[in-house]
């Protein structure tokens, strides 16, 4: 995730599927799932995590978090797409914002979807 502008505040990724099914993939009480940071000789500066909070914790400087690389691991994928069915992954990345003069309404997030079918 990367932000030119520094206004991160937290991301969600989630796989969906079926009839309103949604697992959080950062959920860190999945089994089998890690969420690390991927530091790189390309990113030095790496300050990725699942929210501002995490960022500020890494020594990002307040107030500007622009994100970071992050790896996920799977070991066992049969809890996380449990049925032959179509999934899709959400990646939604929240911004923080200040509307009407109230810093913590979040109001502006960008979306990406991928979507593949998975036989059991």
Not at 46 to 68: E, F, K, L
Not at 80 to 99: A, D, G, H, Q
């Amino acid at each position: 995730m990367w932000d030119p502008d520094g206004h991160l505040d937290h991301y969600e990724l989630d796989v969906l599927w079926g009839l309103g099914n949604v697992r959080s993939l950062l959920n860190p009480g999945l089994p089998g799932v890690t969420a690390t940071v991927a530091n790189t000789s390309a990113a030095p500066n790496n300050q990725a995590g699942w929210d501002y909070a995490m960022a500020v914790a890494q020594m990002a400087v307040r107030p500007t978090w622009r994100g970071g690389d992050m790896k996920l691991n799977i070991n066992n994928a049969t809890p996380i797409f449990p049925e032959t069915c179509c999934y899709l992954i959400r990646l939604r990345v929240w911004k923080r914002n200040i509307v009407d003069c109230v810093a913590s309404t979040l109001e502006f997030y960008n979306e990406m979807h991928y979507s593949f079918t998975v036989t059991v």
